[in-house]
């Protein structure tokens, strides 16, 4: 009996970092009363969402990361949805990041596109975390999409920039860790929580166009065959960045009376990819659009807010990637 504990635990001495980390809860706060109210100091309360990232999952951020995302960072996460008196605010997300220096764990606060708010760290044993790191962390990060912090890596994602690595000095190795910790987050909230986001997105939407009185009959109805048949008729083949199939409508009705629609569609382009969100009103005007994550660059922001107020034109009209997309999501989520 002597023998086999010594072989027991000379076994878990010889176990690499990353399978004993195999073992641990990765995502959650310690503290999450404290956590959230530094993070989103005017929350009034948090909801709790635990769901397990499965392989399923992994291989779909795998497709869009530029690092590997690894068997034991799957099991179950928890999301913490941020409400003042009830109205989403953001989320946090806590993160384990293997580092050189050993585990790091980070909880990123998210706003409700994904775009990153705020972050601080929850485990962190490297000397000079919160002085020497956490600005330039910030710095990095905060108020970016997606996109915009993939790009602060190089091409192939296995370091920062040149141009940062020169700036950041010795401290250029451990953003790095950090960076890759913010692109998992926002990439594991956005496909493992897909509809708890979207919903919540929608309603924060009419909140702020309709207000709290709004109330939405959910229309989830795929694009129908003679619909998708029409339109790929009509752009001769071609289209918008949009996957049609995907497309679904919410009608928005107050007192009884149709007051708009939301259309939600995945999109992609090359890298990019994404959720579409836009507003219409019932004379065909775009009153609101957001894409989850957060719109990849300014230029696609600019171009697509330019649509903002105005009327979806016909086809032969459109000379942008922001108005085909418009007209298609009108004519396949519309009679």
């Not at 939407?205 to 109330?215: D, F, K, L, Q, T």
């Not at 071609?238 to 199939?245: A, P």
């Amino acid at each position: 009996m002597k023998n086999l504990v010594l072989t027991l635990l000379l076994f878990l001495n010889l176990l690499p970092l990353s399978r004993v980390v195999e073992g641990r809860a990765f995502c959650a706060l310690r503290d999450p009363v404290s956590s959230i109210n530094n993070l989103f100091p005017e929350a009034t309360q948090h909801q709790s969402l635990v769901k397990a990232i499965n392989a399923d999952i992994r291989s779909e951020i795998n497709e869009v990361l530029p690092f590997t995302l690894h068997f034991n960072e799957l099991g179950k996460h928890t999301l913490y949805v941020v409400q003042k008196y009830g109205d989403a605010q953001g989320f946090v997300h806590v993160r384990s990041e293997l580092t050189e220096w050993g585990l790091v764990e980070i909880a990123w606060a998210l706003e409700l596109d994904l775009s990153m708010r705020n972050l601080q760290f929850q485990r962190c044993r490297i000397p000079g975390c919160d002085v020497k790191h956490l600005p330039n962390i910030l710095d990095l990060t905060v108020g970016k999409s997606y996109s915009e912090i993939r790009d602060l890596l190089s091409k192939d994602g296995t370091s920062l920039r040149p141009d940062l690595q020169t700036k950041l000095g010795d401290s250029h190795s451990f953003s790095y860790s950090a960076i890759k910790s913010a692109l998992k987050t926002i990439l594991v909230t956005g496909m493992a929580w897909n509809e708890e986001v979207g919903e919540l997105n929608r309603q924060a939407m009419i909140n702020r166009h309709y207000g709290h009185e709004a109330s939405v009959s959910v229309v989830d109805i795929p694009v129908n065959e003679l619909k998708l048949k029409q339109l790929d008729e009509i752009m001769g083949g071609g289209g918008s960045m949009v996957e049609r199939e995907s497309v679904k409508s919410f009608q928005i009705q107050r007192e009884g009376n149709m007051e708009g629609t939301i259309v939600t569609a995945n999109w992609r382009d090359g890298d990019y990819r994404g959720m579409y969100h836009w507003l219409f009103d019932t004379e065909k005007r775009v009153i609101d659009i957001l894409t989850i994550p957060n719109w990849p660059n300014e230029q696609a922001r600019t171009s697509f807010n330019q649509l903002l107020g105005t009327k979806i034109m016909d086809e032969e009209q459109c000379h942008t990637a922001a108005q085909i997309a418009g007209f298609e999501l009108y004519f396949l989520s519309h009679n």
